[in-house]
């Protein structure tokens, strides 16, 4: 198949531009010139990649190498441009009329190897075609990825209750991902501030499994080895059962029932205490 | 070979780790270390590691190390400024280092080794006005 | 994936462990690591280099940029052809804390990064790779 598109690259091309559907074509999204340079670059790193027929069927192989970039590039310039996933791939499954066509007129006297080729040379656009839709998932992936980190970090708030005194509430499902930002966002803001205790509240958060409750434990130690303490408050019945269910050891974590609690006991570390304005 | 200062500061010396340290500079400065409490009969040692980047266990040992011979010699060791990222990935890593004291700043570290210290004092005045 | 830039350096002493250190920072800086993941990158690198200077006789390491599409890491392969280690699940075993003096520390280095790979055949020396993606 290397061979034949080597041979024909400019019949297959022409054919190609042809005959894909305006659905595909999208010639409202993108310019003549453009589209063009994307199937002659396609051609010719298709030829370039199915060269060692041996290699032909690994996507992976440095072979591929040029056509990988190509995909990824055509696939992430086209979504932007407004392209959906399925038309980027049908872009691609596209290029089998013109190339089939071609077969036929090359091996036609040759049955068996005709259908091996072609099937070959079906499976391999598939692959291509599919692995654009792969970029695309991955791309959105990541965006969602970014969006979600931005969300998690403007949604834990840490407020400073008095001086030294940082508080943390955590409301909603925490999961691992979200655990860690809370952790890093934390300690950098006992940092910042100086503040020498913390006091963590779960009140708002439904349920705590395996994960999260080593997250908590790890964030308080790693809040000790910098100078801080941390207590955890608003440890509802349930949340109490299923740590001890788990046999996750809170060890020497200080933990309150309320953080009104926690907060007595924040001031009483730090020193302070609150007297009636009666005595004064 | 360049060796890290150490300060004294009052009844207690001051270490300010600021650079990456090979393995002879980290030795040195625990010998230096040793020596320097024995000299001037410290009560503490505040080891500043605000400005590293990187702790392993190496440094961990170190500062370990250095928290064992210091209690020998009666001193208390507080290290301070540890970085978050730092902090983190001892956790993670799974180093401890038990017998050392922990605190934010320079700061903070010092009014804890004060308090500790005039603690250790008052005690000692009471038992002795006891006996006699 | 198409490894790039394959780099590869001494880890025969102190001196080339701080060096490693500093290359492996540059590296993760250039992915664009978060703080937190170059720090524990650097670190579990140090462990390793350490671990290859003082038990592996000194070796070597390899650097190594990944990119799998639309994610990108950094590879690294310590190679030493020391004594090698004769259990290796016994190495990897939690219990190794700072004071004792002992330990490899590989559990702990493991749990710095996403993959971890050891081979070590006594008599011929120890291979560990260790990968973090961003």
């Known amino acids: 198949m290397s061979e034949i598109v080597r041979k024909h690259q400019a019949e297959i091309l022409t054919d190609w531009i042809k005959e894909t559907p305006e659905s595909t074509r999208r010639s409202d999204l993108i310019g003549e010139t453009e589209f063009r340079n994307h199937c002659t670059q396609f051609l010719r790193a298709l030829e370039e990649g199915s060269r060692d027929t041996d290699k032909a069927g690994d996507l992976a192989a440095p072979e591929w190498a040029q056509m990988r970039d190509l995909l990824a590039e055509i696939s992430r310039s086209r979504v932007q441009l407004g392209f959906t996933p399925r038309q980027v791939a049908t872009f691609v499954f596209s290029v089998k009329a013109p190339i089939f066509r071609r077969l036929r007129a090359e091996l036609g006297g040759d049955p068996q190897s005709l259908a091996d080729e072609t099937y070959r040379t079906s499976l391999l656009i598939d692959e291509l075609g599919l692995y654009t839709t792969e970029i695309f998932q991955r791309s959105r992936e990541e965006v969602i990825r970014l969006q979600q980190q931005e969300m998690l970090e403007l949604s834990t708030p840490v407020i400073k209750l008095w001086e030294g005194i940082l508080a943390l509430p955590l409301i909603g499902t925490l999961d691992s991902a979200r655990t860690q930002i809370v952790m890093e966002t934390l300690l950098q803001k006992i940092v910042e501030t100086g503040s020498a205790v913390a006091i963590i509240d779960i009140t708002g958060v439904p349920t705590v499994d395996t994960l999260v409750a080593q997250h908590l434990i790890k964030t308080v130690t790693a809040a000790r080895l910098m100078g801080a303490d941390c207590i955890i408050s608003g440890i509802r019945p349930q949340i109490a059962q299923t740590i001890v269910h788990l046999g996750v050891g809170l060890g020497d974590v200080t933990t309150k029932a309320s953080l009104a609690d926690a907060f007595m006991i924040a001031l009483t570390r730090a020193g302070l205490m609150i007297t009636s304005a009666a005595n004064a | 070979m360049e060796r890290i200062p150490i300060l004294k500061m009052g009844e207690f010396l001051l270490v300010s780790i600021q650079v990456d340290m090979h393995d002879r500079l980290a030795l040195a400065l625990q010998e230096d270390l040793t020596n320097r409490i024995s000299e001037t009969g410290a009560r503490g040692v505040l080891i500043d590691i605000s400005s590293l980047e990187i702790v392993d266990s190496f440094i961990g040992r170190m500062i370990s190390n250095i928290a064992g011979m210091a209690r020998i010699m009666d001193a208390e060791t507080m290290v301070v400024g540890m970085r978050p990222a730092v902090a983190i990935t001892l956790v993670e890593l799974g180093l401890s280092m038990p017998g050392v004291k922990t605190a934010l700043n320079v700061e903070k570290g010092m009014e804890q080794l004060r308090s500790m210290s005039a603690k250790n004092r008052a005690v000692r005045i009471t038992r002795d006005a006891r006996k006699s | ?134």
């Open chain 3, 1 to 134: 994936m198409t490894p790039a830039n394959p780099e590869k350096m001494p880890v025969r002493n102190s001196g080339d462990i701080l060096l490693i250190r500093q290359t492996v920072r540059a590296r993760t800086v250039e992915l664009g690591f978060s703080l937190v993941d170059q720090t524990k990158m650097v670190t579990a690198a140090s462990e390793l280099a350490r671990n290859t200077v003082d038990y592996g006789g000194g070796g070597y390491v390899i650097f190594e940029i990944l990119n799998d599409g639309s994610r990108r890491g950094l590879r690294l392969t310590f190679e030493d052809h020391g004594p090698g280690i004769p259990d290796i699940s016994l190495a990897l075993k939690d219990g190794w804390t700072s004071g004792s003096g002992l330990g490899l520390g590989l559990s702990g280095a493991k749990r710095l990064v996403n993959d971890f790979h050891i081979e070590s055949k006594v008599g011929q020396g120890t291979k560990v790779v260790i990968t973090r993606w961003k």
